[in-house]
T-cell receptor
């Protein structure tokens, strides 16, 4: 069965600090996708990144970086030099891949509430 | 803006009533997914449609039903509403190609009183 665990319920940092959000997943599939979504106070879910299970390269996008390690079933998310606007709930999600690697249902973690103080 | 449109944004209704939530997917997306976000259960998958046909079912109650129409918009019908149905309901859409992602609408916040 698929499962996503985000052990950190809440994290508070001061602006300009780096912060890492942890995500551990479980799946028996060999092909799957991993995602991070951001949910700001306004409530919408904003897509941040998708990772294919065959692509273990780490990725950096501006102040955001992601560390995917299959050996530990983890897909951690780091925000460098955090800003107040980064305050949000962040969700890690796992999706089974179907025939042709199309997208199946998403299994979400419970989310991590990040608060960045000025 | 994700390109996925959900209406209404907010809905307040009484127990026992029935409501319909509407979703218009991004242009070209054939798959529509419905998710429920509640404090108790977190974000839970309800159901997926692909090009008008049901593709996958999750933790969807029998009181809930959905459909996808020929123009690809989808509706989620919730009936005999209970207080515990109060939640944020999200619709997402995706294309059926390799290495895709799901884009979410802004959600419909349902409050049952």
């Amino acid at each position: 069965a698929q499962k996503v665990t985000q052990a950190q319920t809440e994290i508070s940092v001061v602006e300009k600090e780096d912060v890492t959000l942890d995500c551990v997943y479980e799946t028996r599939d060999t092909t799957y996708y991993l995602f991070w979504y951001k949910q700001p106070p306004s409530g919408e879910l904003v897509f941040l990144i998708r990772r294919n299970s065959f692509d273990e390269q780490n990725e950096i996008s501006g102040r955001y970086s992601w560390n995917f390690q299959k050996s530990t079933s983890s897909f951690n998310f780091t925000i460098t030099a955090s800003q107040v606007v980064d305050s949000a709930v962040y969700f890690c999600a796992l999706s089974e891949a179907r025939r042709g690697s199309t997208l199946g249902r998403l299994y979400f973690g419970r989310g991590t509430q990040l608060t960045v103080w000025p | 803006d994700s390109g996925v449109t959900q209406t209404p944004k907010h809905l307040i209704t009484a127990t026992g009533q029935r409501v319909t939530l509407r979703c218009s997917p991004r242009s070209g997306d054939l798959s529509v997914y419905w998710y429920q976000q509640s404090l108790d259960q977190g974000l839970q998958f309800l159901i997926q449609y692909y090009n008008g046909e049901e593709r996958a079912k999750g933790n969807i109650l029998e009181r809930f039903s959905a459909q996808q129409f020929p123009d690809l918009h989808s509706e989620l019908n919730l009936s005999s509403l209970e207080l515990g149905d109060s939640a944020l309901y999200f619709c997402a859409s995706s294309v059926e190609v390799r290495d895709t992602e799901a884009f979410f609408g802004q959600g419909t916040r349902l409050t049952v009183v």
